[in-house]
């Protein structure tokens, strides 16, 4: 078996199968199960030991939701979603770069958030990093840093917090010589601004970020000035994902509209 081999996942609520079942017995001038009848082959189809698929649907990379209302729209949401592109199988460097910063972050002990980071030259790790209370203290997740644990907001209260951020622990581990100039910094959510003016001030020439931070703006000021590159990282679309643009309809007392929500 060969390792480039992208498994996926097509699935939809059970009435809207039943009701596709239904409409194609129709058309064929057969008569439709009921629900009941459909629901019971349905979990057969699924869960039965030596016939159910659902093992092989866990492992799908890509499981797509398809609750649209015809073919024409289903091909049309394929098209968007790129199945061939070849970062799927083998991911480009931005991403597996992001995914070593991934990783990282599950080594985070911080009550708010997982941090990952990851610094690179010339496609070489320099060193990686994770937020957390610093060596020889107690964790942040057993109660070592009191703002993080007392649910203070994102971006509040900085100057108490006793946690390491995922930059600051990447940077002190590279040192500034090893660092040099062209080194690109991974992190998977964007550096705050206290981050932000030390990689500013350690020549970093890029910094590529997957999610968004509450300062971002601050963050993208400053390193826009000091000659910094800053840009976001969005990988191809795997897990679940949906494919039907839906239409739900708002009332009130004055007027009825449809917002058209991406799924």
């Not at 039943?18 to 629900?35: C, G, K």
């Not at 073919?71 to 394929?78: I, P, Q």
């Not at 509450?214 to 000091?226: C, G, Q, V």
């Amino acid at each position: 078996m060969r390792p480039y081999f992208l498994l996926v996942s097509v699935d939809a609520p059970v009435s809207l199968r039943w009701s596709r079942f239904s409409e194609r017995a129709w058309r064929r001038q057969l008569d439709p199960p009921d629900l009941e009848k459909f629901v019971l082959w349905n979990d057969k189809h699924l869960y039965d030991k030596d016939i159910g698929i659902t093992y092989m649907t866990d492992r799908a990379q890509l499981r797509l939701f398809n609750s649209s209302s015809s073919l024409h729209d289903f091909h049309s949401a394929l098209e968007e979603l790129d199945l061939a592109d070849e970062r799927r199988l083998r991911p480009g460097w931005d991403q597996y770069f992001m995914q070593l910063a991934s990783l990282a972050a599950q080594r985070s002990n911080c009550m708010k958030r997982r941090v990952g980071c990851v610094l690179v030259r010339g496609r070489r790790v320099m060193s990686t990093g994770y937020n957390g209370t610093p060596r020889n203290t107690k964790n942040c997740n057993e109660g070592g840093c009191p703002r993080c644990n007392c649910g203070e907001g994102g971006g509040a209260a900085l100057s108490t917090c006793l946690c390491i951020h995922a930059e600051e622990n990447a940077l002190l581990e590279a040192g500034r010589e090893r660092i040099g100039e062209g080194a690109t910094l991974y992190c998977n959510t964007c550096p705050c601004l206290t981050c932000s003016v030390k990689i500013a001030q350690l020549g970093i020439s890029e910094v590529v970020y997957s999610q968004s931070y509450n300062m971002d703006k601050e963050t993208a000021s400053i390193l826009k000035e000091a000659g910094v590159k800053l840009r976001q990282f969005l990988p191809p679309r795997n897990g679940l994902v949906y494919l039907q643009r839906s239409s739900i309809t708002i009332s009130n007392d004055h007027e009825v509209f449809n917002q058209e929500l991406a799924l």
